[in-house]
């Protein structure tokens, strides 16, 4: 007895392992005249998407992260006999089942009754999502003689070079099994496919060769995947040996918050043999489809609360916690997600700078615009935390809380009364008129330069801030400003002022979105929606963008974070590495550098500008600025290297100053009996100490230094941003501009956020399609620190009294001073303290 050619599996670009492919083939196995009772393969072993698709190349079992279960159902139309099939692909493994209760005998063209087993188990590997091999193995359990021991490896290959172009090729029966006592040739698949239009179009040509065959006897197969809106799949395939198929795929997500999706597949061959064959099949997958046919709705719920990082932790203990830029990818992505149809955002406490609440506005803007809602329950009086509600369609406020808006205001710490009780002396050396980092140590209080500066600087913020919310509320900048001068009000009279829409507590808020407002809408979190599996599309590398994070003091040497209430650090030597790792990593196709510094060491700043500038000569890519909360002095200093600039309009950039000094201990030594004697070679040798104050001489040989140092930095300013000397004093002598200011001083080139840099960086780049953002570094957590929980190590020094709070950041600074290696630093002129 003899049996029909080949195998069949559905070709559906819908359904990459998540959608059952109901003509997907048996395991690619059974061939030609010794095949099982299988319809005919229409799949090209170089494109398919479909959950069968490991049978017919075992790669396919590794080219999706998710997890799928499939079942099809073949049925011959001539006696009505058929093949039960199913197949569960997880972990990049695939295992399959076959049931046939019947053989086809191609000498009497009958059908006879058999109960007839076949079994598949597969392995693929997949590389960067272009490079891949696998293999499986089949066997079979019959009551019919010849088909109980066939025992048969398949290996496959699968190359992807670019996004246009597919090569597959398997290996079939490779170690020529026995099938009706007949040893089966092993047979050889080639096959290329093409994407004229992305994803939407695919064709494909095989060609099947057995052993000993020449190659013209072999068997060519053509076809055709067409991709339409709600990804509905349209296949089609036709053989040099008149066999033919079509077929459809609907996706379908009826699991709202799960993002279990069902994918469902008809398609109908026709053999020249045995006549025409109906599969249907069907998948359940935990992959997220980009646009289903159906989908059921669900609302993104954020919750803003405590300290949220931009950078992300590793941690083997405890959780990694949100982070700053997952917020901003969840919103931007959700705007596009057909299935999510609104945003619940609770506010409770808003940690955030004002320009990472503007960044995080403008997404949930950018949602809005898409058509959907955005619902707010604001938990906290306070400035920040209204900012933030304020640009949401509808806020909700507790009833447990009084409202509280007052403006903008910067609160500055002076610390030379306290310095003067213990004995220690600031000593110091400016560059700027407006370089005011030592008067808190100096002063008792703020001279007029340093009020004006500031002043100026804070009337540009609260003008953003005033016009965003009158804006938001659709009400007049008096109403707010009224608000303003009443201090407190009660939830109701916030309320009639328009200033919220309802008084309520979370629950009760919740219950009224999803129930009333979004009809029963499911919700997910914004982390169990970032780690859904999203299917890959495209094909070849898919190219990353390297953000590239400098935050808190930039110091000499390697980052140092590891106290618990220690601020942070950038090093330059870390720097350094991060930008090669970038840089020299193919797959990396443009680089963000993010910053968020007020500065710190003037060797280790100029260093990390010259490692960007040499990068960029080895290894050519585009670069990007993005200036977070703040950016100055040294943090503004390494981005001077001609770069294009986006910084939100609240971010605090400038300070183009330097500053010099040392710290005395003279008075303090004095105090608990401390004598110390030296002996120097020059006059000059022992400048540094700290036993003594500065002389007349080394305040000079100081002043020198500084000049010199501050000329540097005016230079590269005013290469970078092509400015005229003229226009160097009235954007440098350590001025400070919000992100708007510093625009129209023509020291940032745009407004925008994080997304916005990466989005250019995107263009300059080339990248169209799927591309990976890659944060660096990922910060380090002791692991004391992760037996304590992350949350705890932060709440330590938010216990912390303010003003003690507002020191830790100026200890690191004082480290710098007191160190002998840093005759200069570029420091953001005053710490201060927004509310």
């Known amino acids: 007895m003899t049996l029909p050619s080949s195998r069949l599996k559905l070709h559906s670009a819908s359904a990459a392992f998540a959608a059952v492919l109901m003509c997907a ?58 093949i039960h099939q199913v197949l569960l692909n997880t972990f990049g493994f695939s295992f399959s089942g076959a049931w046939f209760n019947s053989l086809y005998d191609e000498a009497s063209d009958e059908f006879t009754p058999s109960r007839t087993r076949l079994y598949t188990i597969g392995k693929g590997l997949f590389w960067e999502n272009t490079i891949g091999i696998g293999a499986h193995y089949s066997f079979t359990e019959s009551d019919t003689d010849g088909y109980d021991d066939y025992r048969s490896w398949t290996l496959g290959f699968l190359l992807r070079p670019f996004p246009f172009l597919s090569f597959g090729y398997t290996a079939r029966d490779v170690n020529n099994p026995s099938l009706n006592d007949t040893a089966v040739p092993r047979t050889d698949v080639f096959s290329l496919s093409l994407r004229p239009l992305y994803h939407y179009l695919t064709l494909s040509v095989d060609y099947q060769r057995k052993e000993g065959e020449d190659f013209t006897g072999g068997r060519l197969m053509y076809c055709v995947d067409i991709t339409l809106p709600n990804d509905i799949s349209l296949f089609a395939s036709a053989d040099s040996d008149s066999n033919y198929s079509a077929g459809i795929s609907l996706p379908f997500d009826f699991s709202g918050s799960s993002a279990s999706a069902m994918v469902f597949d008809y398609s109908l061959q026709n053999r020249r043999d045995a006549g025409a064959v109906s599969v249907f099949g069907v998948t359940i997958t935990n992959e997220r489809l980009r646009a289903p046919s159906i989908s059921s709705p669900a609302v993104l719920t954020i919750r803003i609360r405590g300290n949220i990082n931009e950078i992300e932790a590793d941690s083997f203990i405890a959780e990694n916690h949100t982070t700053f830029n997952s917020i901003l990818r969840a919103v931007r992505e959700a705007s596009q997600d057909s299935s999510i149809r609104a945003i619940l955002m609770t506010v409770d406490g808003a940690n955030l700078g004002v320009g990472q609440i503007q960044e995080l506005r403008e997404e949930l803007r950018r949602f809005r615009s898409s058509g959907k809602k955005v619902y707010a329950v604001c938990m906290v009086p306070g400035n920040r935390a209204y900012y933030l509600s304020a640009a949401a369609d509808r806020i909700y406020y507790s009833p447990a809380e009084t409202f509280q808006i007052s403006g903008l205001s910067a609160e500055v710490y002076f610390f030379k009364a306290l310095l003067d009780k213990i004995g220690i002396r600031f000593e110091s050396v400016r560059k700027g008129r407006y370089k005011f980092f030592n008067e808190p140590f100096t002063s008792t209080h703020m001279s007029r330069d340093y009020r004006e500066s500031l002043l100026a ?89 390297a953000v590239i994070h400098v935050t808190g003091s930039i110091i000499r040497g390697r980052s140092d974070n590891r106290g618990i209430i220690s601020a942070e650090t950038t090093g330059d030597e870390t720097y350094q590495q991060l930008l090669k790792a970038a840089f020299t990593d193919k797959s990396v196709s443009a680089v963000v550098v993010r910053v968020d510094s007020g500065g710190g060491s003037a060797a280790a700043s100029d260093l990390m500008r010259q490692y960007l500038v040499d990068m960029k000569k080895e290894n050519p890519k585009p670069v990007v600025f993005s200036f977070g909360n703040i950016a100055a002095s040294g943090g503004y200093y390494i981005a001077t290297t001609g770069d294009r600039i986006y910084a939100d309009r609240g971010s605090l950039t400038g300070s183009i100053g330097v500053i010099s000094g040392k710290v005395s201990l003279k008075r303090l030594y004095e105090k608990i009996g401390v004598t110390k004697e030296t002996v120097k070679m020059s006059e000059f040798s022992d400048i540094f100490t700290e036993s003594r104050d500065l002389s007349p001489e080394e305040r000079k040989v100081l002043e020198k230094s500084v000049e010199f140092i ?72 002791p692991l004391v620190a992760q037996l304590m929980e992350l949350s705890a190590r932060r709440s330590l020094r938010d216990e912390l009294p303010a003003g003690v709070r507002a020191l830790l950041p100026m200890i690191r600074s004082l480290e710098l001073i007191y160190s002998r290696d840093e005759s200069a630093l570029y420091l953001f002129p005053y710490r201060i303290v927004i509310k």
């Not at 190349?57 to 080219?63: A, I, K, M, Q, R």
């Not at 982390?527 to 963008?545: E, S, V």
């Open 25 to 82: 083939a048996v395991p690619a196995n059974a061939l030609q005249q010794y095949a099982l009772p299988t319809p005919v393969q229409d799949t090209s072993v170089s494109h398919s998407s479909g959950a069968f698709s490991p049978l017919v190349n075992p790669v396919f079992s590794d080219t999706t992260d998710a997890t799928a279960f499939s079942y099809r159902q073949m049925r011959y139309h001539r006696d009505g006999s058929g």
């Open 457 to 545: 600087l804070m009337t540009s913020l609260n003008d953003q801030y005033v016009l965003d919310v009158a804006a938001d509320r659709r009400i007049g900048r008096d109403r707010i400003e009224q608000a303003f001068a009443q201090g407190i009000l009660s939830p109701e009279e916030a309320r009639a002022a328009g200033l919220v829409d309802s008084v309520a507590y979370p629950s009760a808020a919740e219950r009224e979105v999803l129930r009333e407002r979004e009809g029963g809408a499911a919700t997910i979190s914004h982390g169990q929606y970032l780690r859904q599996h999203r299917r890959i599309y495209q094909w070849g590398p898919i190219p990353k963008i």
């Open 710 to 781: 501050y000329d540097r930095f005016t230079t590269f300013v005013r290469e970078a941003r092509n400015l005229e000397a003229s226009q160097i004093p009235l954007v440098a002598e350590g001025r400070v501009f919000s992100g708007t200011q510093a625009v129209e001083k023509k020291l940032v080139d745009e407004c925008g956020g994080i997304m916005a840099a990466v989005e250019y960086a995107r263009m300059k780049a080339g990248i169209r399609g799927r591309h990976r953002i890659v944060h660096l570094p990922r910060k380090k957590i």
